[in-house]
Every structure is written in C-alpha cells, then in structure tokens.
C-alpha cells in the first residue's frame, strides 16, 4: 500500500524527527497507534546479539511490559523472542502464524497473550547491519486488518533509515563525549577558527577555562578575545595559510603567557561540511593536578599515600626541599620517601620519576 500525502505529513515527518525526542519516536508511535486504531504499538531496537545484548523499547498505547509484571509473566518479544529474530527484513508476520502447528504451544500463547489484552498482532522486522536489529510492532484486542499489515510493510523501509540513522548519531554522539572527556581529563580543549582566525566553535571545556582564565568569551563568529597583538597577528595570517592550503603541517602557537596557553594550529577535517574553511587549534588547558593524582599514583604502584603525595610534587618540578616544606616534613624524612620511591618504582632519579608519573593516570585531572 502506497503512502498518501496525510501519512508522509502525519507519520514519515514525526518518524524523522523522533530520534531528538525523549522517549524516541514518541509521537510516531503514538500516531501509528491512532491510524490503526490498535491498542499498543512499539518500536524495539535491539544494540548486539546474545542474552546480554541492550534492548530498547519505545511504546504507545497500552504498557504491555507493566502488565506482563503485573500478570508475572513475559511480554510478546521477552516470550517470542527466537521467533523474532527468525523473521525475514521487510515482511509482515503473525507471530501467532509461526506456531500453527504446534497447537499446545498455540494454545499456551494465546492464553499468555489473553492476559495481557491482546487477540492480534502485526510484527516487521527492519533491515539492519550487524550492529542492532529493530522491530515495529503493533497490537490490539481484536483481529488485525490486511490494510494494517499493508501500512506497516509500506513503512518497514522508512523506519529502517530513521534507526540506522538513530544508532550512527547515538555512537558519533558517545565517540564525541568520549574524546571531550579524554581531551579534558589530559589538560586539552579545542577550537575551530575560520579563515579570518574568527571562531567557529570551541569545546565546553575550553570555553569555560577562557572565559575564567582569560575574562573572555569564545563567541561564533567573533575574533579569539584575551590575546595580546602580536598573537591576535600570528594566528590570523596561520589561519589564512592553513585556508588556502590543508596539506600544510601542524604548527605550534603561544597564544598567551599568562595563563600559559600554547596551541598545535593545524587544518581542520571535513572542512567542506562547515560554513567556510577552517583550521582546528588543539590548546593546552594549564591546571593542577587534583586532589585524586596521589590517590591514583598510590593504588597503580602500591605507595603509600605520603611518597605519592612526594611523587606529585617533584613531578610537578619542586625540589626535594620545596616539597618538604609543602607537605610539612623534615628534609630527612622527605629524603628517605624519595630513597624508597626510587627503589620501588626502579627509577633512578627525579627526572625518571617525573617521566613515570607523567605517563600514569595520575596526571589525569
């Protein structure tokens, strides 16, 4: 069956935009559910395979998965679940019609399904890759039609782009938290500037260090604020250079003294995607090391708290004295933490032991 023009305006548009709303697909589904009429409508996104493979269900209508606790028994898919991914990509089942032949197990399920409310059901399962599999679902207390099955097989292919869609964002979404904590937890933030060195975008991280450290804000569209002349000069004809030609080599940039803030300028990726060329500066965020760095250092080399207290601060370049005096001990016994330190850790001075503790976690904010 054809879609009309009320279905692509009432149900393709919501399914496009679902995937921002909490629960997904929400309005869909429940529009789904008011075209035909049925009692519960879902749409079930299965991330993996195997027993512990997350599943997702957005519903609307009628909560089957509360009935079926409240009943003590299992839901459609928790109970047909090899039936399920038995399904053929496209068609429309029964799931009822998958187990004519057996008619105790007919039986049995049409009792569990009687429980719940339930007389019929329509099932597609949608075309995925190896990364999820996804079913829409639809069910009601009295028989399903032939227009219903033909609705659900004429929307199988448009809900198959709007998950893989949902699970290419929700991962690309994930990677991009992923890599701003990292970039965050090793003192690094980014910005993308345009060729006129004026500021695309800037990661949260960033943004807020300048705008604490640097009384200025990281605003789109305007010039990199906080940056004495020389600088403010460097980095535009930088960004000119790197606008004209993208196969030019990284290049360092002290964008300020105080705050120390140094910047690794290099041509920006995918800059066809943005409003106009751009280059990424990848900057450095100074800050102390936390109140956890010791605690972390301890637990990977098995130290005591006060030697990975002493390890954090010659790291932090103080001299044996200076960090005596910092963690209020006597010369000698700061000498003899630094002694044991050596031995366990098998460095060989202070230089080997601000190498190890910069290669830990510890330096991790």
């Not at 993996?48 to 009943?71: M, N, Q």
């Not at 099932?123 to 032939?146: D, P």
């Amino acid at each position: 069956m054809a879609l009309t023009s009320n279905d692509e305006t009432d149900l393709l548009i919501p399914l496009f935009q679902g995937s921002a709303e909490n629960p997904r697909f929400s309005t869909f589904l429940e529009r789904l559910r008011r075209r035909t009429q049925a009692d519960y409508v879902s749409l079930i996104l299965r991330m993996g395979d195997g027993a512990h493979a997350a599943i997702v269900e957005s519903h609307a209508g009628i909560d089957l998965r509360k009935r079926a606790r409240e009943s003590e028994q299992q839901g459609p898919f928790d109970l047909d679940r090899y039936l399920y991914d038995s399904l053929r990509p496209g068609r429309v089942y029964s799931i009822g019609e998958m187990i004519d032949h057996d008619p105790v197990a007919r039986a049995d399920r049409n009792r569990r399904m009687a429980k719940l409310g339930i007389s019929d059901e329509r099932v597609v399962r949608i075309a995925g890759g190896e990364r999820y599999s996804a079913w829409l679902l639809m069910a009601r207390a009295r028989e399903c039609t032939a227009a219903d099955s033909a609705l659900l097989s004429s929307l199988a292919p448009y809900v198959a782009i709007a998950v893989e869609n949902l699970v290419v964002m929700d991962r690309d979404r994930l990677a991009a938290r992923i890599n701003a904590v990292g970039l965050e937890r090793t003192g690094k933030g980014w910005m993308l500037l345009d060729a006129e060195a004026r500021v695309v975008a800037a990661d949260p991280a960033l943004a807020e260090f300048w705008q604490t450290h640097c009384g200025a804000a990281l605003r789109p569209g305007e010039r990199v604020l906080g940056l004495d002349l020389a600088a403010e000069r460097k980095l535009a004809a930088i960004a000119a250079e790197m606008a004209q030609d993208r196969t030019l080599s990284a290049r360092p940039l002290l964008l300020r003294d105080t705050p120390h803030i140094e910047a690794l300028l290099m041509p920006a990726e995918n800059a066809e995607a943005l409003a106009a060329p751009a280059i990424l500066a990848l900057c450095t965020l100074p800050r102390p090391h936390s109140d956890q760095s010791a605690e972390r250092l301890a637990a990977v080399f098995d130290l005591p708290r006060r030697e990975a207290e002493l390890a954090m601060a010659l790291a932090d370049g103080h001299s044996i004295a200076e960090a005596a005096e910092r963690m209020g001990l006597t010369l000698e016994t700061a000498r003899n933490y630094s002694k044991r330190l050596y031995a366990k850790l098998g460095v060989r001075g202070q230089a080997e032991l601000v190498r190890l503790v910069y290669q830990s976690s510890a330096v991790m904010a």
